[in-house]
Protein backbone atom coordinates (compact mmCIF):
# COMPACT_ATOMS: atom_id res chain seq x y z
CA UNK A 1 0.00 0.00 0.00
CA UNK A 2 1.52 3.31 -0.40
CA UNK A 3 1.22 5.44 1.64
CA UNK A 4 0.79 9.51 1.94
CA UNK A 5 2.28 11.94 3.90
CA UNK A 6 -0.48 14.27 5.73
CA UNK A 7 0.06 17.61 5.28
CA UNK A 8 3.16 18.28 6.84
CA UNK A 9 3.02 16.56 10.02
CA UNK A 10 5.70 13.83 9.17
CA UNK A 11 2.60 11.46 9.15
CA UNK A 12 2.42 8.46 6.77
CA UNK A 13 -1.31 7.27 5.83
CA UNK A 14 -3.22 4.88 3.96
CA UNK A 15 -5.21 6.70 1.19
CA UNK A 16 -8.30 5.89 3.21
CA UNK A 17 -9.09 5.97 6.80
CA UNK A 18 -11.48 3.47 8.61
CA UNK A 19 -14.30 5.45 10.30
CA UNK A 20 -14.73 4.61 13.98
CA UNK A 21 -17.99 6.44 14.12
CA UNK A 22 -19.36 2.75 13.77
CA UNK A 23 -17.66 1.12 16.86
CA UNK A 24 -19.83 0.68 19.98
CA UNK A 25 -23.56 2.03 17.75
CA UNK A 26 -23.78 -0.37 14.56
CA UNK A 27 -20.45 -2.43 15.23
CA UNK A 28 -20.60 -4.79 18.41
CA UNK A 29 -16.83 -5.71 20.03
CA UNK A 30 -16.30 -8.88 18.12
CA UNK A 31 -16.90 -7.46 14.81
CA UNK A 32 -14.72 -4.16 16.02
CA UNK A 33 -11.62 -6.35 16.43
CA UNK A 34 -11.96 -7.99 13.51
CA UNK A 35 -12.97 -5.42 11.20
CA UNK A 36 -9.54 -3.62 12.53
CA UNK A 37 -7.47 -6.58 12.04
CA UNK A 38 -8.79 -6.55 8.96
CA UNK A 39 -8.11 -3.56 7.85
CA UNK A 40 -4.35 -3.59 9.11
CA UNK A 41 -3.86 -6.70 7.82
CA UNK A 42 -4.82 -5.22 4.02
CA UNK A 43 -2.23 -2.75 4.25
CA UNK A 44 -4.27 0.03 5.62
CA UNK A 45 -2.96 2.17 8.63
CA UNK A 46 -5.28 5.03 9.26
CA UNK A 47 -8.14 5.04 11.62
CA UNK A 48 -10.11 8.27 12.92
CA UNK A 49 -12.46 8.18 15.97
CA UNK A 50 -13.70 11.30 18.29
CA UNK A 51 -14.34 11.17 22.14
CA UNK A 52 -18.41 11.72 21.53
CA UNK A 53 -18.27 8.43 19.37
CA UNK A 54 -21.40 7.35 19.86
CA UNK A 55 -23.19 9.38 22.22
CA UNK A 56 -26.14 9.99 20.23
CA UNK A 57 -26.97 6.34 20.54
CA UNK A 58 -29.82 6.01 23.51
CA UNK A 59 -28.03 4.74 26.45
CA UNK A 60 -24.54 5.90 25.46
CA UNK A 61 -22.15 8.82 27.65
CA UNK A 62 -19.48 9.07 24.76
CA UNK A 63 -16.60 7.29 24.55
CA UNK A 64 -17.37 3.96 23.17
CA UNK A 65 -15.77 4.01 20.45
CA UNK A 66 -12.37 4.89 21.91
CA UNK A 67 -13.09 2.26 24.58
CA UNK A 68 -13.38 -0.73 21.94
CA UNK A 69 -10.22 0.90 20.13
CA UNK A 70 -8.41 0.38 23.11
CA UNK A 71 -9.81 -3.06 24.28
CA UNK A 72 -8.49 -3.71 20.49
CA UNK A 73 -5.17 -2.52 20.82
CA UNK A 74 -4.44 -4.05 24.06
CA UNK A 75 -5.56 -7.32 22.53
CA UNK A 76 -3.85 -7.19 19.37
CA UNK A 77 -0.66 -5.23 20.25
CA UNK A 78 -0.42 -3.32 16.91
CA UNK A 79 -0.42 -0.30 18.34
CA UNK A 80 2.67 0.49 16.35
CA UNK A 81 1.37 -0.40 12.68
CA UNK A 82 -2.11 2.17 13.44
CA UNK A 83 -2.25 6.09 12.82
CA UNK A 84 -4.61 6.66 15.35
CA UNK A 85 -6.73 9.74 15.22
CA UNK A 86 -9.22 11.31 17.66
CA UNK A 87 -10.92 14.58 18.75
CA UNK A 88 -12.13 16.90 21.07
CA UNK A 89 -14.96 19.43 21.60
CA UNK A 90 -18.24 18.26 20.93
CA UNK A 91 -20.55 17.94 23.32
CA UNK A 92 -19.83 15.45 26.10
CA UNK A 93 -22.43 16.37 28.72
CA UNK A 94 -22.02 17.82 32.39
CA UNK A 95 -20.29 20.89 30.93
CA UNK A 96 -17.62 19.13 28.74
CA UNK A 97 -17.65 20.86 25.98
CA UNK A 98 -15.10 23.26 23.43
CA UNK A 99 -11.74 24.26 23.40
CA UNK A 100 -10.88 25.67 26.43
CA UNK A 101 -7.16 24.97 27.31
CA UNK A 102 -8.42 23.16 31.11
CA UNK A 103 -11.30 21.17 28.99
CA UNK A 104 -8.57 19.74 26.05
CA UNK A 105 -5.90 18.71 28.68
CA UNK A 106 -8.97 16.86 30.72
CA UNK A 107 -10.45 15.37 27.49
CA UNK A 108 -6.97 13.75 25.92
CA UNK A 109 -6.39 12.23 29.11
CA UNK A 110 -9.83 10.69 29.06
CA UNK A 111 -9.35 9.91 25.16
CA UNK A 112 -5.59 8.54 26.18
CA UNK A 113 -7.39 6.00 28.94
CA UNK A 114 -10.13 5.06 26.97
CA UNK A 115 -8.00 3.97 23.83
CA UNK A 116 -5.48 2.14 26.06
CA UNK A 117 -2.17 4.17 24.70
CA UNK A 118 0.67 6.73 25.29
CA UNK A 119 -0.27 8.87 22.53
CA UNK A 120 -2.56 10.13 20.05
CA UNK A 121 -1.27 10.67 16.53
CA UNK A 122 -3.68 13.00 14.79
CA UNK A 123 -5.59 15.27 18.46
CA UNK A 124 -8.61 17.40 15.73
CA UNK A 125 -10.82 20.62 16.66
CA UNK A 126 -13.58 18.55 16.58
CA UNK A 127 -15.55 21.94 16.22
CA UNK A 128 -14.32 25.33 15.98
CA UNK A 129 -14.75 27.47 19.44
CA UNK A 130 -14.71 31.24 18.35
CA UNK A 131 -15.08 31.76 22.48
CA UNK A 132 -11.90 30.81 23.06
CA UNK A 133 -8.56 32.83 21.55
CA UNK A 134 -6.95 30.45 18.62
CA UNK A 135 -3.35 31.22 20.20
CA UNK A 136 -4.74 29.71 23.63
CA UNK A 137 -6.37 26.74 21.82
CA UNK A 138 -3.28 26.16 19.55
CA UNK A 139 -0.71 26.83 22.52
CA UNK A 140 -2.26 24.06 24.53
CA UNK A 141 -2.39 21.87 21.52
CA UNK A 142 1.73 22.45 20.98
CA UNK A 143 2.63 21.70 25.04
CA UNK A 144 0.51 18.41 24.42
CA UNK A 145 2.96 17.57 21.63
CA UNK A 146 6.43 18.15 23.23
CA UNK A 147 4.33 16.50 26.34
CA UNK A 148 4.43 12.99 23.81
CA UNK A 149 0.58 12.67 24.38
CA UNK A 150 -0.23 14.10 20.72
CA UNK A 151 2.04 13.74 17.61
CA UNK A 152 0.30 16.23 15.47
CA UNK A 153 -3.14 18.29 15.28
CA UNK A 154 -5.83 18.88 13.06
CA UNK A 155 -9.34 20.76 12.73
CA UNK A 156 -12.94 19.93 11.66
CA UNK A 157 -15.53 21.32 11.13
CA UNK A 158 -13.38 24.73 10.69
CA UNK A 159 -14.75 27.72 7.63
CA UNK A 160 -12.02 28.45 5.54
CA UNK A 161 -11.65 31.44 6.78
CA UNK A 162 -11.09 30.56 10.53
CA UNK A 163 -8.89 27.79 8.81
CA UNK A 164 -6.62 30.69 7.73
CA UNK A 165 -6.64 32.62 10.59
CA UNK A 166 -5.46 29.31 12.77
CA UNK A 167 -2.41 29.30 10.19
CA UNK A 168 -1.97 32.41 9.89
CA UNK A 169 -1.66 32.58 14.24
CA UNK A 170 0.06 29.19 14.46
CA UNK A 171 2.99 31.39 11.87
CA UNK A 172 2.94 34.66 13.74
CA UNK A 173 3.04 32.94 16.95
CA UNK A 174 5.27 29.67 16.29
CA UNK A 175 2.57 27.58 17.76
CA UNK A 176 1.49 24.21 16.90
CA UNK A 177 -0.60 24.85 13.29
CA UNK A 178 -3.32 22.13 12.10
CA UNK A 179 -1.74 19.98 9.26
CA UNK A 180 -5.01 18.51 8.31
CA UNK A 181 -8.86 19.36 7.89
CA UNK A 182 -11.65 16.82 8.55
CA UNK A 183 -14.76 18.72 6.18
CA UNK A 184 -17.80 17.31 4.35
CA UNK A 185 -16.99 16.87 1.13
CA UNK A 186 -17.85 13.38 -0.99
CA UNK A 187 -19.37 13.61 -5.13
CA UNK A 188 -23.08 14.94 -3.60
CA UNK A 189 -21.71 17.76 -1.20
CA UNK A 190 -18.46 19.41 -3.32
CA UNK A 191 -19.73 22.88 -2.85
CA UNK A 192 -18.69 24.33 0.32
CA UNK A 193 -15.37 22.51 0.33
CA UNK A 194 -14.33 23.44 -3.41
CA UNK A 195 -15.05 26.76 -3.23
CA UNK A 196 -12.98 27.79 -0.75
CA UNK A 197 -11.36 25.45 1.69
CA UNK A 198 -9.65 23.14 -1.12
CA UNK A 199 -7.41 26.03 -2.58
CA UNK A 200 -6.94 27.31 1.22
CA UNK A 201 -5.48 23.41 1.82
CA UNK A 202 -3.70 23.14 -1.37
CA UNK A 203 -1.93 27.03 -0.83
CA UNK A 204 -1.15 26.07 2.93
CA UNK A 205 0.05 22.75 2.61
CA UNK A 206 -2.68 20.95 4.43
CA UNK A 207 -3.57 17.37 4.36
CA UNK A 208 -7.63 16.54 3.85
CA UNK A 209 -9.30 13.84 5.38
CA UNK A 210 -13.09 14.58 4.80
CA UNK A 211 -16.07 12.62 6.09
CA UNK A 212 -18.99 11.40 4.70
CA UNK A 213 -16.84 10.20 1.87
CA UNK A 214 -19.45 7.78 0.92
CA UNK A 215 -22.56 10.26 1.91
CA UNK A 216 -23.71 7.87 4.95
CA UNK A 217 -24.29 5.31 2.01
CA UNK A 218 -25.53 6.85 -0.47
CA UNK A 219 -22.72 6.88 -3.06
CA UNK A 220 -22.61 2.65 -2.73
CA UNK A 221 -26.10 3.03 -4.86
CA UNK A 222 -27.86 1.51 -1.69
CA UNK A 223 -30.23 3.84 -1.76
CA UNK A 224 -32.33 4.33 -4.77
CA UNK A 225 -36.14 4.82 -3.74
CA UNK A 226 -37.88 5.99 -0.80
CA UNK A 227 -38.86 2.07 0.30
CA UNK A 228 -35.19 1.98 0.52
CA UNK A 229 -35.16 4.46 3.73
CA UNK A 230 -35.79 1.31 6.03
CA UNK A 231 -32.43 -0.32 4.82
CA UNK A 232 -30.54 1.36 7.78
CA UNK A 233 -30.35 3.46 10.86
CA UNK A 234 -29.96 6.37 9.35
CA UNK A 235 -31.30 5.66 5.87
CA UNK A 236 -34.40 8.26 5.83
CA UNK A 237 -32.12 11.12 6.41
CA UNK A 238 -29.96 9.85 3.95
CA UNK A 239 -32.71 9.54 1.14
CA UNK A 240 -34.16 12.64 2.50
CA UNK A 241 -31.65 14.86 1.96
CA UNK A 242 -29.88 12.77 -1.28
CA UNK A 243 -32.55 11.04 -3.13
CA UNK A 244 -33.28 13.71 -5.72
CA UNK A 245 -32.85 14.50 -9.53
CA UNK A 246 -28.81 15.19 -9.07
CA UNK A 247 -28.63 12.46 -6.66
CA UNK A 248 -30.02 9.72 -8.91
CA UNK A 249 -27.74 11.38 -11.78
CA UNK A 250 -24.81 10.84 -9.82
CA UNK A 251 -25.69 7.50 -9.00
CA UNK A 252 -25.85 6.78 -13.01
CA UNK A 253 -22.73 8.26 -13.72
CA UNK A 254 -21.11 5.57 -11.11
CA UNK A 255 -23.01 3.07 -12.04
CA UNK A 256 -21.65 3.55 -15.78
CA UNK A 257 -18.41 4.21 -14.28
CA UNK A 258 -18.20 0.93 -12.19
CA UNK A 259 -19.39 -1.06 -14.76
CA UNK A 260 -16.55 -0.49 -17.39
CA UNK A 261 -13.93 -0.57 -14.66
CA UNK A 262 -15.92 -3.91 -12.99
CA UNK A 263 -16.15 -2.14 -9.90
CA UNK A 264 -18.83 -1.20 -7.76
CA UNK A 265 -20.29 2.06 -7.19
CA UNK A 266 -19.46 3.01 -3.85
CA UNK A 267 -15.31 2.49 -4.85
CA UNK A 268 -15.30 4.51 -7.89
CA UNK A 269 -16.62 7.23 -5.64
CA UNK A 270 -14.35 6.71 -3.28
CA UNK A 271 -11.55 6.27 -6.18
CA UNK A 272 -12.79 9.97 -7.47
CA UNK A 273 -11.84 11.41 -3.77
CA UNK A 274 -8.63 9.40 -3.40
CA UNK A 275 -7.43 10.93 -7.51
CA UNK A 276 -8.68 14.68 -6.42
CA UNK A 277 -5.05 16.19 -5.39
CA UNK A 278 -6.11 18.24 -2.37
CA UNK A 279 -7.73 14.95 -0.16
CA UNK A 280 -4.72 13.10 1.25
CA UNK A 281 -7.53 10.21 2.68
CA UNK A 282 -11.11 9.67 2.63
CA UNK A 283 -12.85 8.30 5.49
CA UNK A 284 -15.38 5.51 5.39
CA UNK A 285 -16.88 2.95 7.96
CA UNK A 286 -18.06 -0.79 7.00
CA UNK A 287 -19.72 -2.91 9.71
CA UNK A 288 -19.14 -6.30 8.05
CA UNK A 289 -15.43 -7.54 6.28
CA UNK A 290 -17.24 -7.73 2.67
CA UNK A 291 -17.90 -4.15 3.12
CA UNK A 292 -14.17 -3.25 4.26
CA UNK A 293 -12.96 -5.39 1.24
CA UNK A 294 -14.78 -3.27 -0.95
CA UNK A 295 -13.05 0.07 0.92
CA UNK A 296 -9.69 -1.25 0.10
CA UNK A 297 -10.36 -2.09 -3.64
CA UNK A 298 -11.28 1.63 -3.77
CA UNK A 299 -8.07 2.43 -2.90
CA UNK A 300 -6.58 0.37 -6.29
CA UNK A 301 -8.53 1.91 -8.63
CA UNK A 302 -7.01 4.59 -10.77
CA UNK A 303 -9.81 6.18 -12.46
CA UNK A 304 -8.76 7.73 -16.12
CA UNK A 305 -9.45 11.20 -17.06
CA UNK A 306 -12.43 10.69 -19.22
CA UNK A 307 -14.47 8.75 -16.13
CA UNK A 308 -13.38 11.82 -13.42
CA UNK A 309 -14.67 14.25 -15.92
CA UNK A 310 -18.01 12.13 -16.25
CA UNK A 311 -18.59 11.95 -12.20
CA UNK A 312 -17.77 15.77 -11.99
CA UNK A 313 -19.84 17.07 -15.00
CA UNK A 314 -23.01 14.68 -13.08
CA UNK A 315 -22.14 15.85 -9.90
CA UNK A 316 -21.68 19.61 -10.65
CA UNK A 317 -23.99 21.68 -8.80
CA UNK A 318 -25.53 23.59 -11.84
CA UNK A 319 -25.82 20.41 -14.06
CA UNK A 320 -28.91 20.10 -16.04
Known amino acids: MSLRTLGRSGLQVSPLAFGGNVFGWTVDPATA ?7 LDAGMNFVDT ?3 YSRWVPGHRGGESETLIGQWLKKSGRRQQLVLATKVGKDMGDGKVGLRPAYIRQAVDASLQRLQTDYIDLYQSHDDDAGVPLEDVLGTFGELIQEGKVRAIGASNYSADRLALALDTSERHGLARYESLQP ?10 EDALEPLCL ?31 RGKSTTDKYLNPR ?22 ALAWQIARPAVTAPIASATSLEQLQDLVKATRLQLDAAAIEQLDKASAEAAS
Open 33 to 39: FSLLDAW
Open 50 to 52: ADV
Open 184 to 193: LYNLVDRKVF
Open 203 to 233: TRGVGVINFYALAAGFLTGKYRTAADASKSA
Open 247 to 268: GLRILAALDTVAARYQATPGQV
